[in-house]
């Protein structure tokens, strides 16, 4: 694809959409760079990423403005967030930041669902140096059974919130494409 159809086709994808929490304008688009073999996704000001792979773009919820995305090649799933650490209900002045904020965040939302699913929650990963937590999700909740990682991460003030859902990757492969994702932005 030309470097004007991929230009033409991000103009059209994007979505001006506006934070409630902070009245910013956040514009969000997805594309795909077959060169390189990757999708892009961005929300501008908060994050971009490079998922390797070809990934198709499914809902997005409401309540954590999570995008989910399926891979064409295995039918892994993943959604992705991001935002300001000051969205927050328990940082609303911006007080906690770096690797105190990941913490808070992690027991802030880990704490909610496992209160209100049932579920169980494991650290996998801390790494204060980089800022961020690699932590599972797991267990029956109404006879389903969850298997989901997440990472969340702080960078420059700005929030990573990456999921993966699959029992098809191992999680070895799992923790190192969290971090892939993470970590190469």
């Keep these: 694809m030309s470097f004007r159809k991929s230009f033409s ?20 688009g997805v594309y795909y760079d077959k060169k390189k073999n990757c ?3 961005f929300v501008m000001p908060y994050g971009t990423v490079s998922i390797p792979g070809k990934w198709k773009k499914g809902r997005q919820s409401s309540v ?15 959604a992705i967030a991001f935002s300001s650490y000051k969205n927050f209900s328990f ?13 808070k965040y992690y027991e802030w939302d880990s704490q909610y669902l496992t209160n209100n699913t049932g579920l169980q929650r494991e650290i996998i990963k801390a790494d ?19 298997d989901q990682l997440f990472l969340f991460g702080i ?4 929030i990573s919130n990456f999921m993966i859902n699959t029992q ?18």
């Design 9 to 28: 086709l991000i103009i059209f994808q994007l979505i001006s959409l506006t934070s409630l929490a902070q009245k910013t304008t956040v514009t969000e």
């Design 168 to 185: 098809k990757w191992d999680i070895d492969t799992k923790v190192s494409f969290l971090e892939n994702l993470f970590l190469s932005k």
């Design 128 to 146: 204060s140096m980089n800022n961020y937590i690699i932590w599972q999700l797991n267990g029956n909740a109404q006879g389903v059974d969850v």
């Design 64 to 78: 954590s403005y999570q995008q989910y995305f399926k891979n064409e090649k295995d039918s892994v799933a993943i």
């Design 91 to 103: 940082n609303l002045k911006g007080d906690l930041k770096g690797f105190d904020f990941v913490k």
């Design 39 to 41: 999708t892009n996704y």
């Design 155 to 158: 960078k420059n003030k700005n």
